[in-house]
């Protein structure tokens, strides 16, 4: 079950560096523009919309052309917008990846035309054609979940006291998820085997945790299943959950079975994004306790800086070349750090930071189904 990426960090990758050509073959002596294509996945959740931007934004300072379209969970559409790119002439793609495998025959079109392909945040498998990876430390997030549950709980190795707990993971054709996933379960894996953390339902692996295209309906729908099998007589203490939609879904199946939000017996959940309707809750004790912010404003600058350093002939700074295997080789890749977001520290981290503010907090509008 394990990744063992920390291992893997600075593990040799030398197979990698011939991947590092800004340019396909015959590209090398053409003046490039920055004309960068943006390939979102979504405009449903709140940090791909920002992203997409402030991509934009910052490509456009820098005086490049650029296309921005969004995907909405499809992944044909997603490769028909990417097509489109290629043709109008793009010279770079920045791709938010909806299906991970599903991008092969399109990138080699672009690889033949000589374009630099960045996988941003969602790494793009199963293809030669990826140079660049840029993200944040997706094995972090789930550590910073996971130790959240612990600190919320009070749990010790040394205690006899036990916990019931539930797990939830992201969709299964985004890369990322495993390593969330892996990060929360290694880090409860001693209480579990202590025996202070219990899981009633046994849904222990990726697969029966999974959440696809992270639908907070989804989730909703497979907490209520899992309260009425196994809650009815048993308090559940936590739910590590992924994402913010996910455990907003989460809430809303715990508030539709009479557990109260902000009571002693509503469980600790987790999250990831710092959304404002999550946020919202946090600050108020109204469900979510905790979300992981990924300062999208550091990962959309990484992903700029690579491209304007290719344009400037030089080669973009990366931090890990033996993490990231996506089926062919290791990406070169920048990771940012994430961090651990509560009511006790989300001015300080999020509103101070004017990532957001508190008005858009405190008016953040309810989840749609």
Not at 15 to 24: D, E, I, Q
Not at 40 to 52: C, N, Q
Not at 89 to 110: D, K, M, P, Q
Not at 146 to 168: M, P, V, Y
Request: charged share 25%; with cysteine.
């Amino acid at each position: 079950m394990r990744l063992n990426r920390r291992g893997l960090l600075f593990g040799t990758a030398g197979a990698a560096a011939a991947s590092l050509a800004a340019c396909g073959k015959g590209e090398e002596s053409k003046q490039l523009t920055g004309h960068t294509g943006i390939a979102m996945p979504t405009t449903a959740s709140d940090r791909w919309v920002i992203e997409g931007a402030d991509l934009e934004k910052r490509l456009q300072a820098l005086g490049y052309k650029t296309i921005l379209e969004y995907g909405e969970d499809d992944v044909p559409t997603q490769i028909q917008q990417i097509q489109s790119m290629i043709d109008a002439g793009v010279e770079f793609l920045i791709i938010g990846a909806i299906g991970n495998t599903s991008l092969g025959e399109v990138l080699s079109e672009a690889k033949n035309k000589g374009l630099t392909i960045i996988s941003y945040d969602r790494l793009i498998l199963e293809t030669p054609d990826v140079d660049y990876y840029a993200s944040f430390d997706n094995y972090q997030v789930g550590v910073l979940q996971a130790k959240h549950i612990i600190s919320r709980l009070g749990l010790s190795q040394d205690s006899t006291e036990t916990f019931n707990i539930e797990l939830f993971s992201g969709s299964l054709d985004d890369n990322n998820s495993q390593y969330f996933f892996q990060g929360g379960m290694d880090t409860l894996e001693p209480f579990i085997y202590g025996g202070q953390i219990v899981i009633p339902s046994n849904e222990t692996e990726q697969e029966p945790t999974s959440t696809q295209q992270w639908d907070p309906v989804i989730a909703r729908e497979r907490m209520a299943r899992l309260l009425d099998d196994f809650y009815k007589d048993e308090p559940l203490h936590a739910v590590l959950s992924p994402y913010d939609g996910i455990s907003r879904g989460i809430v809303e199946a715990l508030v539709a079975a009479d557990f109260e939000p902000g009571s002693d017996d509503f469980p600790v959940i987790t999250g990831q994004d710092a959304e404002a309707r999550s946020l919202k809750a946090i600050k108020e004790g109204t469900g979510q306790t905790q979300t992981v912010f990924k300062d999208t404003r550091d990962l959309a600058e990484v992903a700029v800086n690579m491209v304007k350093a290719i344009v400037g002939g030089s080669t973009p700074e990366v931090n890990d070349n033996g993490t990231y295997d996506n089926g062919f080789k290791f990406i070169p890749s920048f990771l940012l750090e994430p961090v651990d977001v509560t009511a006790e520290n989300y001015q300080e981290i999020v509103v101070d930071s004017e990532y957001i503010t508190e008005e858009e907090i405190d008016n953040a509008p309810a989840d749609e189904d």
